[in-house]
């Protein structure tokens, strides 16, 4: 692995790093909970829903992050990464979806 790689694959661990140190200061202030009790969810479903979309961000990020390491290693070419990010964020943004009208619909 050349040099210009390893600083890649430097920088994208870094990513992941901080992007997982952001979803956990979100969780220990409850921001989303906050953010749905706000927008008028009872504080049940408001944590329950918080966590479901706490845990999807967590498998986000890991599944992001070996997309794109796949891709710096020279597994994938770009066309490819391209296509299958394509298709891992229309999942991604599926499954939160499902999530949220999963406990909208739970909702009294």
Not at 75 to 80: F, G, N, Q, T
Request: charged residues 30%; glycine residues 4%; neutral net charge.
């Amino acid at each position: 692995m050349n040099i210009a790689r390893r600083v890649a694959q430097f920088v994208l661990e870094l990513n992941k790093i901080q992007s997982e140190a952001l979803i956990r200061l979100y969780g220990r202030l409850n921001f989303y909970k906050k953010l749905y009790a706000a927008c008028g969810l009872p504080d049940e479903i408001a944590a329950r829903l918080e966590q479901k979309m706490l845990d999807a961000m967590y498998r986000g990020v890991e599944e992001q992050h070996l997309l794109a390491s796949r891709w710096l290693r020279g597994e994938s070419d770009l066309p490819d990464f391209l296509d299958r990010y394509g298709d891992w964020f229309r999942e991604h943004l599926d499954r939160c979806s499902r999530i949220t009208v999963e406990e909208l619909c739970s909702a009294p």
